[in-house]
């Protein structure tokens, strides 16, 4: 740091990434000004784990990185610099502890369950170490002058550095619309394309409406793309959670999926012959194999037994789940262990194996909790979360191409992300 002149740093975007940021950059010696466009700053925070604020996981590092599909390698060093330890060290200085949840996939919570508390402390934070807060106003353009130029409608202000942590375009009621990568893209820095993620998706399927609420555990969904001529090839699986709902499906593994929908609305034809469909293993830990020897055996055990009685029971599905079932292999919905043919027992073992779902759509940036896509890794120094090609110039959270499933995976990123940008930003 020049040691005669205190640097100036603008940090624009007043999320989790930016108020980390703009405190740490306050605390290492700058002057820092933080522009955010809404009146308050953290809203999307405030929405957070239903209000609740999962705020990082008990993951170890490098499980904790297998939680982010792509750009691990990136995250690494600002995970060195501050990670889950640093983030509760740095909360309990102001009061605030952790809870972990060891039965809830290693979710941390603050004790209070208060989003809001968390978002008190960071405010604290940059009020602690004098960030000059410019609230409802919004940075228009950042320009490369002498030094770096601010522009927003109230005036122009010089600065030594700019920390660019606008979010990304999910939840745009929040006040993240997107404007970040125009600004990098003003600066020539490229933007990987971006799509909702972390978001329920819409399927063609109307028997979901039924099992509206029910959410089925220890299954494995796979999502398939076309890859023409009527075939589909395998994406990914999730081994998570999944919820019905009267549109279709969300729940961990429906969200954590939406990420690699990359197709518009538009991807189905008029007869649905979509780009996405889903199936899900009711039994993975039987064979197509095992769950016919199993039927065969409870069939000629109990004949009299309606089907859809003997697969709620044997498979632990709920009632509901097995109607439909039965339903999508026969017209006869109270047929019995008895009349059941082998081409309705063909049928049933395929569907406890795969069950079939169309996707039409995702629900979009309206309720996606994130954005995949953004400022491209390629074009940071992941040790200091610069532009290669700006000097100055630094990005911090969602609006950078990384996304994380749920769990509290993308409150850490932008941590990390925020406080490794922040000490770069005044240190360098
Ligand atoms: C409903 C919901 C629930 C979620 N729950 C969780 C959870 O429990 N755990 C978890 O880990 N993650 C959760 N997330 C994701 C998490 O909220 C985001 O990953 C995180 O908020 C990203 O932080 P950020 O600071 O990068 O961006 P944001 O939080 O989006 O903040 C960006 C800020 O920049 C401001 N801004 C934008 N453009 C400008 C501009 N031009 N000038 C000035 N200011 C600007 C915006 O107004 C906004 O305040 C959830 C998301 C949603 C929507």
């Not at 100036?8 to 820092?32: Q, R, T, W």
């Not at 194999?289 to 029971?313: G, H």
Request: net charge neutral.
């Amino acid at each position: 740091m020049n040691k005669e002149k205190k640097p100036v740093i603008a940090v624009i975007g007043g999320g989790p990434a930016g108020l980390m940021a703009a405190g740490v950059a306050g605390e290492s010696g700058a002057s820092v000004l933080l522009f955010e466009t809404n009146a308050k700053c953290g809203r999307k925070l405030l929405l957070t784990g239903s209000g609740k604020c999962n705020i990082t996981n008990t993951a170890p590092m490098k499980e904790f990185l297998e939680h982010f599909p792509e750009n691990r390698k990136f995250l690494y060093p600002s995970f060195k610099h501050f990670f889950t330890e640093d983030l509760e060290r740095f909360f309990n200085q102001y009061g605030l502890f952790f809870q972990r949840e060891d039965n809830n996939n290693g979710k941390i919570f603050p004790q209070d369950h208060r989003a809001a508390t968390v978002l008190e402390v960071l405010l604290t934070y940059c009020q602690d170490n004098q960030v000059d807060f410019h609230l409802s106003e919004p940075v228009r353009q950042i320009k490369k002058g002498e030094a770096w130029e601010i522009v927003t409608d109230k005036g122009v202000y010089p600065v030594t550095s700019a920390i660019i942590a606008t979010g990304g375009l999910s939840y745009p009621g929040t006040g993240s619309a997107g404007s970040g990568y125009l600004m990098a893209e003003s600066l020539g820095i490229s933007i990987e394309p971006t799509r909702p993620a972390l978001v329920p998706l819409v399927c063609a399927d109307k028997w979901c409406r039924e099992l509206t609420g029910i959410s089925l555990e220890g299954v494995k969904t796979s999502l398939w793309e076309s890859a023409g001529g009527g075939s589909f090839r395998k994406i990914i699986s999730m081994s998570e959670d999944i919820l019905f709902t009267h549109f279709g499906v969300s729940g961990p593994a429906a969200l954590s999926i939406s990420r690699w929908i990359k197709s518009s609305p538009k991807s189905c034809d008029k007869d649905l012959q979509c780009d996405y469909r889903l199936t899900i293993d009711l039994c993975p830990e039987r064979s197509a194999e095992d769950v016919e020897k199993l039927l065969l055996e409870v069939f000629s055990q109990s004949p009299n037994k309606l089907l859809r009685s003997v697969i709620s029971r044997n498979f632990g599905l709920p009632n509901a789940v097995s109607s439909v079932l039965v339903r999508l292999c026969t017209p006869i919905e109270d047929i019995y262990c008895r009349d059941t043919t082998r081409e309705i027992r063909r049928k049933m073992i395929s569907m406890l194996k795969s069950l079939p779902l169309t996707v039409l759509e995702t629900k979009g940036y309206n309720e996606a909790m994130v954005t995949a896509g953004g400022v491209s890794t390629r074009e940071l120094d992941p040790r200091t979360m610069g532009s290669r090609r700006n000097p100055g110039i630094y990005f911090a959270g969602e609006v950078i191409d990384i996304d994380g499933f749920t769990g509290g995976f993308n409150l850490q990123a932008a941590f990390s992300t925020g406080y490794l940008a922040g000490r770069s930003a005044a240190v360098l």
